[in-house]
């Protein structure tokens, strides 16, 4: 990209920004923001515009130069860091509350891309609802976004591949483990194209403003147009 690309405008806010709201909105509990290299900026984007979120946790890649599989660790566990803490004092009205003891881990994880800013908590909240509505049934491990045939993100993943996931190295993200449980193992949730845009090139930056109809810091309501990401790329 050559470029920081969390820190770009779009619809008067950063790419961050968008990411990291649908996260927030979702309804999942705790968000987990990981940075790379634009971490000081992107910090201070995100102190100004969500003060004292307690369910806002951000952390720093150190070795994001060695791929997504880095990061996709660092976040999973500064989940499972903080989760101790949320069961021990959980907000109030939610389902940890009361006598019923909460689970050693949490469920579920949901993955989301910092350069999606067409991704909205209304997708997030789709996939968790979905999820929990399976789990009287041997259950899903994976939970994924699907437009045109092309899963998309971001994605959930069950707690019962915490352990293949923190075993990831390299560049690939989740997808090789997300393609060994394909099929069986993967339960589909009808998305729109946003699910498979994200900004990899100046050129998807480009795309993404000429679809607003008004340049990169338009509005998102009509960047429905927008092409979806190249075939083969990341997915995690």
Same mark, same amino acid.
């Given at each position: 990209?050559?470029?920081?690309?969390?820190?770009?405008?779009?619809?008067?806010?950063?790419?961050?920004?968008?990411?990291?709201?649908?996260?927030? *909105?979702?309804?999942?509990?705790?968000?987990?923001?990981?940075?790379?290299?634009?971490?000081?900026?992107?910090?201070?984007?995100?102190? *100004?515009?969500?003060?004292?979120?307690?369910?806002?946790?951000?952390?720093?890649?150190?070795?994001?130069?060695?791929?997504?599989?880095?990061?996709?660790?660092?976040?999973?566990?500064?989940?499972?860091?903080?989760?101790?803490?949320?069961?021990?004092?959980?907000?109030?009205?939610?389902?940890?509350? @009361?006598?019923?003891?909460? /689970?050693?881990?949490?469920?579920?994880?949901?993955?989301?891309? &910092?350069?999606?800013?067409?991704?909205?908590?209304?997708?997030?909240?789709?996939?968790?609802?979905?999820?929990?509505?399976?789990? *009287? !049934?041997?259950?899903?491990?994976?939970?994924?976004?699907?437009?045109?045939?092309?899963? &998309?993100?971001?994605?959930?993943?069950?707690?019962?591949?915490?352990?293949?996931?923190?075993?990831?190295?390299?560049?690939?993200?989740? !997808? @090789?483990?997300?393609? !060994?449980?394909?099929?069986?193992?993967?339960?589909?949730?009808?998305?729109?194209?946003?699910?498979?845009?994200?900004?990899?090139?100046?050129?998807?930056?480009?795309?993404?403003?000429?679809?607003?109809?008004?340049?990169?810091?338009? +509005? /998102? *309501?009509?960047?429905?147009?927008?092409?979806?990401?190249?075939? +083969?790329?990341?997915?995690?």
């Amino acid at each position: 990209m050559g470029r920081a690309k969390l820190l770009l405008p779009y619809g008067g806010r950063t790419v961050l920004e968008h990411a990291a709201t649908a996260a927030l *909105e979702s309804g999942a509990g705790l968000t987990v923001v990981v940075l790379g290299p634009e971490a000081a900026a992107a910090r201070k984007v995100l102190a *100004e515009t969500y003060p004292g979120r307690a369910d806002l946790r951000v952390v720093t890649n150190p070795d994001y130069l060695t791929g997504q599989a880095s990061s996709l660790r660092v976040g999973l566990r500064a989940v499972l860091d903080a989760f101790p803490e949320l069961v021990a004092a959980p907000p109030p009205g939610s389902s940890a509350a @009361g006598n019923v003891p909460p /689970p050693a881990l949490p469920r579920a994880v949901v993955f989301c891309l &910092g350069d999606q800013p067409l991704v909205t908590a209304k997708t997030v909240t789709a996939l968790i609802d979905a999820y929990l509505a399976s789990l *009287e !049934r041997p259950g899903p491990v994976v939970v994924a976004p699907v437009h045109a045939g092309r899963r &998309g993100n971001p994605v959930l993943i069950d707690r019962r591949l915490f352990p293949e996931l923190l075993a990831l190295t390299g560049d690939v993200g989740a !997808r @090789g483990v997300l393609d !060994r449980h394909a099929g069986a193992g993967t339960l589909l949730v009808p998305a729109g194209p946003e699910v498979l845009v994200d900004l990899d090139t100046p050129e998807d930056y480009a795309r993404l403003g000429a679809a607003s109809g008004a340049g990169s810091d338009a +509005g /998102p *309501e009509s960047a429905g147009s927008l092409r979806p990401r190249r075939p +083969g790329s990341a997915t995690s």
